[in-house]
């Protein structure tokens, strides 16, 4: 960029690309070379220009990648002139871990290079549904269910039947919303919630609660708009209707709700004061903000007051990929909670994410730092937009794929739910985000996530022919592994390198080399 002078031994990737075009975030790496020793106080100036406004209209928006060394401090200044400057100082010569996994792979390499080739056709000889194989690991995967539009009370219905079959998990997708349940103040609608709820209860399904403190969503009554407080309510008021509202909710369904969202998505999409502050993070403004954020600490005692059993989680999108400044606050926001003792326990990532960008190694990294500070990460929302296209079906199923293995992989991950059935149910209108086609049929997209959970089932299953979808001449009707060495193995270890050889129906074998990651 000509307004942008990089000094110092700096590597500057995508240098050729303006600033005010891209939409890519500039990353700036500090590489320290070998046997380099650095003081407190130190500092390294990273950029230099005219004016912050030269950068990309002001919005500039930059990412640090730190060595694992030193602790770093980031300052931006802008002189009397109007210069502006970036610069990052050593605070202190011990490591503080700002450069942790998730920063050790580039953007060219998400991870996803090595995986199996799918094979759609073999998959479809599987007849297990995707909820035996949770099953088998006590995990749980669903799927939300628009209840106004499903007839969740007939199990004869097409949709019903397959939600029951496939699943062993729920949520609403909108009735258990606060202007669903309390449309009026102190006046509580619980029917289309109930009637999920019940549906669930036959059919051996754990369910979810989705969401008490939102600012989407939310009645007239209460606020014109989710974003103020437009009836300059007092402190106290909204505290006490925030109470009534957790107590009646929560309390309703306690024991029949296994989980809820008690805070969703309280954290502004600016976080850019992460990049001066590691542990800062910036609430979103809201009915619920104007309270003081201690609404967040109020919220979740109360819903843990009202079913101590229920797991409180704090819910929000944006925040799947360590590195992000939104999912640094996320984590920052969550561990400042757990540490002050709110019963928070655990975290939800949305995962609307789009084909092709899922990074599942800074998904997983973000799973794991959750899990080293004793917090669950249940994965909530799952859909991934695409343009309907052969290339893109092929890629949606191997991010589902990804996204399987990575989240029943993870010991405090046990749920997977996608946000939806059907693509022509979906509030993602024309991105094809699900796991099956208007008309029932599985996308590759089931198959991939049915690959991923079948591969990270313990137990064995069954092998039976096509029980779905188009019928192929010949399937799978057997299996077995060996190792590099041609020696037979029972099965294959992760971060393996292994054969499969598929006994196919017509009675030939295909053989494969499969990369476990
Ligand atoms: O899928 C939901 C859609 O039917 C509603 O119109 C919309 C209203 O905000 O909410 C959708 O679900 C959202 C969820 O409750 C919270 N995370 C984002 C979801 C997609 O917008």
Redesign the pocket.
């Known amino acids: 960029h000509d307004k942008v002078i990089v000094g110092g031994n700096v590597v500057y990737y995508n240098i050729d690309e303006s600033f005010a075009e891209t939409d890519k975030m500039p990353q700036i790496h500090i590489i320290l070379k070998e046997g380099a020793t650095l003081k407190t106080g130190d500092q390294l100036t990273l950029v230099e220009s005219a004016g912050r406004s030269a950068l990309n209209g002001g919005q500039w928006q930059f990412e640090i990648r730190y060595p694992q060394a030193y602790t770093w401090e980031v300052e931006e200044t802008t002189d009397a002139e109007g210069k502006y400057t970036l610069k990052v100082r050593v605070v202190s010569e011990d490591y503080s871990g700002q450069g942790e996994a998730g920063y050790e792979d580039d953007d060219e390499d998400n991870g996803n290079e090595d995986i199996p080739q799918l094979d759609i056709e073999a998959e479809m000889a599987y007849n297990t549904p995707l909820r035996t194989y949770a099953e088998k690991n006590n995990k749980f995967v669903g799927t ?1 269910v ?1 209840v106004w539009n499903i007839n969740v009370d007939d199990d004869n219905d097409a949709k019903t039947k397959l939600i029951a079959e496939q699943f062993n998990m729920v949520v609403c ?2 009735e258990m ?1 606060f202007d669903a349940t309390e449309p009026s103040q102190g006046e509580f609608d619980y029917y289309h919630g109930d009637r999920l709820v019940n549906f669930a209860n036959r059919h051996g399904m754990r369910v979810r609660g ?2 008490l403190v ?1 600012h ?2 939310v009645p007239g009554w209460l606020t014109s708009d989710g974003n103020k407080n437009s009836f300059n309510r007092s402190r106290e008021e909204l505290l006490a209707i925030m109470k009534n509202h957790i107590e009646n909710v929560v309390g309703h369904w306690k024991g029949k709700v296994a989980e809820w ?1 008690v805070c ?2 309280v954290l502004s999409d600016d976080q850019s004061a992460v990049r001066t502050d590691p542990n800062a993070y910036t609430l979103r403004p809201s009915v619920w903000q104007s309270i003081g954020e201690d609404f967040l600490d109020s919220a979740f005692v109360w819903a843990h007051r009202a079913d101590p059993d229920a797991v409180l989680i704090l ?1 929000d ?1 944006g925040v799947e990929f360590q590195g992000q400044a939104k999912a640094e606050a996320f984590y920052n926001l969550a561990k400042y909670l757990k540490e002050k003792g709110v019963p928070i326990d655990g975290v939800g990532l ?1 995962c ?1 994410l789009d084909v092709g960008n899922v990074d599942i190694n800074k998904l997983k990294a973000t799973i794991d730092r959750f899990n080293a500070i004793g917090l669950r990460c249940v994965i ?2 799952l859909d991934l937009g695409m343009d309907d296209n052969e290339a893109n079906r092929m890629q949606q199923a191997k991010d589902y794929y990804n996204i399987a293995r990575i989240a029943m992989e993870a010991d405090n991950c046990n749920e997977l739910m996608i ?2 059935l059907t693509d022509a149910m ?3 209108g024309g991105r094809n985000p699900l796991l099956y086609d208007s008309d029932l049929t599985p996308k590759p997209a089931y198959y991939g996530l049915h690959q991923g959970l079948r591969e990270t089932s313990s137990a064995p299953t069954a092998i039976s022919p096509l029980p779905y979808g188009k019928p192929s001449a010949t399937h799978v009707v057997a299996e077995t592994y060996y190792n590099l060495q041609g020696q037979r193995i029972t099965s294959s270890a992760a971060d393996s390198i292994y054969i499969t050889s598929q006994l196919m129906s017509d009675g030939s074998v295909r053989n494969k080399k499969v990369i476990n990651r």
């Open positions: 939300c628009p997708e909108n919303k989705h969401a939102w989407s969503q969202d969703n998505e819910n999108y949305q609307h909530t929302e946000w939806g979906t509030w993602r």
